[in-house]
C-alpha cells in the first residue's frame, strides 16, 4: 500500500511562487509515473504536469514555462515549483502515483492554493 502526503499549498499573491511537495511510502515510488493535478470549485479535475521514473515531463498548455515539475527518487518525492502564479490557478492540487494498472493507482488527500489578484 502506498501512502501519498502533499503539502506546501498556501495563499500567495498572484505573481507569487509557490512550491508543493509530495512524499510517497513504500518502494515502488522511483519506477512510477508521477502527477499532480488540481481541482477547482465547480470544475473537474485537470492535469497540471507529470513526471515518469525516466525523468521525461509534461505540462498542461496553461502552466507551461511557470511550473516545473521534479523528482527526488532518493527521498521518494515529487515537487511541484509553481511560479507567476495566476488566480485562475487557484484550486485544490493531487499528488497521483501511477504504477503500471489500476491496482497500483493512488491519490494523496489534496493541498489547497489560492492565488488572490
Known amino acids: 500500500q502506498v501512502q501519498l502526503v502533499e503539502s506546501g499549498g498556501g495563499l500567495v499573491q498572484a505573481g507569487g511562487s509557490l512550491r508543493l511537495s509530495c512524499a510517497a511510502s513504500g518502494s515502488i515510488f522511483s519506477s512510477s509515473y508521477m502527477g499532480w493535478y488540481r481541482q477547482a470549485p465547480g470544475k473537474q479535475r485537470e492535469l497540471v504536469a507529470y513526471?515518469?521514473?525516466?525523468?521525461?515531463?509534461n505540462y498542461a498548455e496553461s502552466v507551461k514555462g511557470r511550473f516545473t515539475i521534479s523528482r527526488d527518487n532518493a527521498k521518494n518525492t515529487v515537487y511541484l515549483q509553481m511560479n507567476s502564479l495566476k488566480p485562475e490557478d487557484t484550486a485544490v492540487y493531487y499528488c497521483?502515483?501511477?504504477?503500471?494498472?489500476?491496482?497500483?493507482?493512488?491519490w494523496g488527500q489534496g493541498t489547497q492554493v489560492t492565488v488572490s489578484s
Open positions: 513526471i515518469y521514473s525516466d525523468g521525461r515531463t
Open positions: 497521483n502515483l501511477f504504477y503500471g494498472s489500476i491496482e497500483y493507482d493512488y
